[in-house]
């Protein structure tokens, strides 16, 4: 009787530590991926995004993209995004995300839309870094910021060519700063710059308002381009610190003539 009562003990401990070391190897995290764009001086830049994969552990892994198709990356200027769709993840590593585009890329200037020749990166996907270290039980948003301005270089013929410009950050990762310019008569660029390097460039809305996201943590100058034939006169802000998870909120900048 005693050896039955031990016997059924030990397999009632060993079905457990099964089951532990089960949840254990199943632990995951669910990533949410959006798009977002660096400002760009067209009508529209249209993206064919078929699929989007994340590299966690070495392995490539597809998110679930219920929508698939052409974006106009211009939408999503000045902090504005769109969710491109969600992947549970196990826990460890992630290092890359590639993108890979379908054959429907086009750019629009002064209303003639023009087709946008597109390297093989249609097929074997557009890589870029993203690394993070995901926790059991975690939810991650992580947004791919297209670069439409860097993107996209005119050839000697007269056509375009898309030679993507993407980077990824997540919450973590997100320094950011905001404001507006005004009067948007003065049809002013904003500018952040790092030492004599300008990293970000933000075309504000109609209303003047402009954003930078992804921004790495530093002092920076910002500065106010106005168009040479307004007649106002270019400012700047110097020492605008930026923190990951905060935002820099420079309030409203005037341009005086």
Same mark, same amino acid.
């Given at each position: 009787?005693? !050896?039955?009562?031990l016997?059924?003990?030990?397999?009632?401990?060993?079905?457990?530590?099964?089951?532990?070391?089960d949840?254990?190897?199943?632990?995951?995290? #669910? $990533?949410?991926?959006?798009?977002?764009?660096?400002?760009?001086? @067209?009508?529209?830049?249209?993206?064919?995004?078929?699929?989007?994969?994340?590299?966690?552990?070495?392995?490539?892994?597809?998110?679930?993209?219920?929508?698939?198709?052409? %974006?106009?990356?211009?939408d999503?200027?000045?902090?504005?995004?769109?969710?491109?769709?969600?992947?549970?993840?196990?826990?460890g590593?992630?290092?890359?995300?590639?993108?890979?585009?379908?054959?429907?890329?086009?750019?629009?200037?002064?209303?003639?839309?023009?087709?946008?020749?597109?390297?093989?990166?249609?097929?074997?996907?557009?890589?870029?870094?993203?690394?993070?270290t995901?926790?059991?039980?975690?939810? @991650?948003?992580?947004?791919?910021?297209?670069?439409?301005?860097?993107?996209? $270089?005119? #050839?000697?013929?007269?056509s375009?060519?898309? !030679?993507?410009?993407?980077?990824? %950050?997540?919450?973590?990762?997100?320094?950011?700063? !905001?404001?507006?310019?005004?009067?948007?008569?003065?049809?002013?660029?904003?500018?952040?710059?790092?030492?004599?390097?300008?990293?970000? #460039?933000?075309?504000?809305?109609?209303?003047?308002?402009?954003?930078?996201?992804?921004?790495?943590?530093?002092?920076?100058? $910002?500065?106010?381009?106005?168009?040479?034939? #307004?007649?106002?006169?270019?400012?700047?802000?110097?020492?605008?610190?930026?923190?990951?998870?905060?935002?820099?909120?420079?309030?409203?900048?005037?341009?005086?003539?």
């Amino acid at each position: 009787m005693k !050896k039955s009562i031990l016997l059924g003990l030990f397999v009632a401990l060993v079905g457990i530590t099964s089951c532990s070391d089960d949840t254990s190897s199943a632990e995951t995290a #669910t $990533v949410n991926v959006k798009l977002t764009d660096g400002p760009a001086m @067209y009508d529209a830049v249209r993206i064919d995004v078929q699929r989007v994969e994340i590299n966690a552990n070495g392995d490539w892994i597809p998110i679930n993209f219920p929508n698939p198709g052409v %974006f106009n990356l211009l939408d999503f200027k000045n902090g504005m995004d769109t969710a491109l769709g969600q992947v549970v993840l196990p826990t460890g590593s992630v290092t890359q995300m590639r993108m890979v585009l379908g054959p429907n890329n086009s750019i629009v200037i002064d209303g003639v839309t023009y087709p946008l020749q597109t390297p093989s990166a249609q097929q074997s996907g557009l890589k870029f870094n993203w690394n993070q270290t995901l926790a059991a039980n975690g939810a @991650y948003n992580v947004w791919i910021d297209f670069d439409a301005g860097r993107s996209i $270089v005119k #050839t000697g013929n007269g056509s375009y060519i898309l !030679k993507p410009v993407i980077r990824a %950050f997540s919450e973590l990762t997100d320094g950011q700063i !905001k404001g507006y310019v005004l009067p948007t008569a003065s049809q002013s660029i904003v500018h952040v710059i790092a030492a004599t390097d300008t990293i970000a #460039t933000a075309l504000p809305n109609p209303d003047g308002f402009f954003m930078f996201r992804g921004l790495p943590q530093g002092t920076y100058k $910002v500065s106010y381009d106005a168009d040479n034939t #307004t007649g106002y006169i270019d400012e700047s802000v110097n020492d605008v610190n930026v923190v990951f998870g905060q935002v820099s909120d420079l309030g409203i900048k005037t341009l005086h003539q």
